[in-house]
C-alpha cells in the first residue's frame, strides 16, 4: 500500500528516503547525529535511505531496525513527505511513516550518539521539515 511513492520518487527523479514517527504515549523517539562541534545538532527521526529494488516498507522497517534496535509490527499512516538536497546536492524525498514496534525498549543506538523520548506538545529541536511532519501527525492522531 505505501510502496506506491516509490514509482513516483524514481520518475521524479530524486533519491528516496523513510522517516518512521515512533510514538510512546505522546513522546516520540528521536536520534542526536554525533559532533565534535559547540553546538547541538537537531534531533532526527529514524529511517534510511531506499536502497535500489528495495520497497519503501521495507526501507522503513529496516531503518528502524539498524537504527534503534525496534521491530516494526505496522505502519500505520502515511504522514507526509518533503523535498531538500543532500549534502552532495542530489534531490532528495522525505517520506514519513507513522509505525508501531514490538516495543519501545530497549533502544539500541547503531549510528548516533543519543536518543530521547521527547514530548509531542513540547518545544522539539528539529528542523522546521521535521516540525510540520510532527504537527500533521499530532492533529491527525492527537486531535
Same mark, same amino acid.
Given at each position: 500500500?505505501?510502496?506506491?511513492? @516509490?514509482? #513516483?520518487?524514481?520518475?521524479?527523479?530524486? %533519491?528516496?528516503?523513510?522517516?518512521a514517527?515512533?510514538?510512546? %504515549?505522546?513522546?516520540?523517539?528521536? @536520534?542526536?547525529?554525533?559532533?565534535s562541534?559547540?553546538? #547541538?545538532?537537531?534531533?532526527?527521526?529514524? %529511517?534510511?535511505?531506499?536502497?535500489? =529494488?528495495?520497497s519503501?516498507? =521495507?526501507?522503513?522497517?529496516?531503518?528502524?531496525?539498524?537504527?534503534?534496535?525496534?521491530?516494526?509490527t505496522?505502519?500505520?499512516?502515511?504522514?507526509?513527505?518533503?523535498?531538500?538536497?543532500?549534502?552532495? %546536492?542530489?534531490?532528495?524525498?522525505?517520506?514519513?511513516?507513522?509505525?508501531?514496534?514490538?516495543?519501545?525498549?530497549?533502544?539500541?543506538?547503531?549510528?548516533h550518539?543519543?536518543?530521547?523520548?521527547?514530548?509531542?506538545? =513540547?518545544?522539539?529541536?528539529?528542523?522546521?521539515?521535521?516540525?510540520?511532519?510532527?504537527?500533521?501527525?499530532?492533529?491527525?492522531?492527537?486531535?
Open positions: 500500500m505505501f510502496d506506491e511513492t @516509490l514509482p #513516483r520518487g524514481e520518475r521524479d527523479g530524486v %533519491g528516496l528516503r523513510v522517516g514517527i515512533i510514538d510512546r %504515549g505522546g513522546e516520540v523517539l528521536l @536520534l542526536e547525529l554525533p559532533s562541534g559547540p553546538i #547541538r545538532p537537531t534531533l532526527k527521526l529514524p %529511517g534510511a535511505t531506499v536502497e535500489p =529494488g528495495e519503501v516498507s =521495507g526501507a522503513l522497517i529496516r531503518g528502524v531496525r539498524e537504527e534503534t534496535g525496534l521491530t516494526v505496522d505502519i500505520r499512516h502515511h504522514i507526509g513527505d518533503f523535498d531538500y538536497l543532500s549534502p552532495a %546536492g542530489k534531490p532528495v524525498r522525505r517520506l514519513h511513516f507513522a509505525v508501531e514496534v514490538a516495543a519501545t525498549g530497549p533502544v539500541t543506538l547503531s549510528a550518539a543519543a536518543y530521547e523520548w521527547a514530548p509531542l506538545n =513540547g518545544d522539539l529541536h528539529v528542523t522546521s521539515s521535521i516540525q510540520g511532519i510532527l504537527e500533521n501527525y499530532r492533529e491527525l492522531v492527537y486531535p
